[in-house]
Nanobody, 126 residues
Framework: QVQLVESGGGLVQAGGSLRLSCAASGRTFSNYAMGWFRQAPGKEREFVAAISWSGVTTRYADSVKGRFTISRDNAKNTVYLQMNSLKPEDMAAYYC???????????????????WGQGTQVTVSS
């Protein structure tokens, strides 16, 4: 089992920045690819970003490219999501997720991810 705990959400004005963190425990963190997803009220959960187990490979949704950056620190068992130039449409609950990975292929499909955190709310005021 992998336990994931997100933090760093909050209220920010449009154009502002937030950094989300996801602390992992339970298994060898570096064996897992990590992803961030988000879900707004009344909408389906959508992919935001993913990072390979090594941190070398990343993948982003088109809607956040150039504004969000995913990174990881395997020594700290933590993955981050730096969010800049936030827009009202970025407002959602953000979830950290993980799947056991043996290569650098990254998936944007939620069903691939075996482990999920409880989420952290990001609110963007216009």
């Amino acid at each position: 089992q992998v336990q994931l705990v997100e933090s760093g959400g909050g209220l920010v004005q449009a154009g502002g920045s937030l950094r989300l963190s996801c602390a992992a425990s339970g298994r060898t963190f570096s064996n897992y690819a990590m992803g961030w997803f988000r879900q707004a009220p009344g909408k389906e959960r959508e992919f935001v970003a993913a990072i390979s187990w090594s941190g070398v490979t990343t993948r982003y949704a088109d809607s956040v490219k150039g504004r969000f950056t995913i990174s990881r620190d395997n020594a700290k068992n933590t993955v981050y999501l730096q969010m800049n130039s936030l827009k009202p449409e970025d407002m959602a609950a953000y979830y950290c997720a993980a799947y056991r990975s043996y290569d650098s292929i990254l998936y944007a499909t939620a069903r691939i991810y075996n482990y999920w955190g409880q989420g952290t709310q990001v609110t963007v005021s216009s």
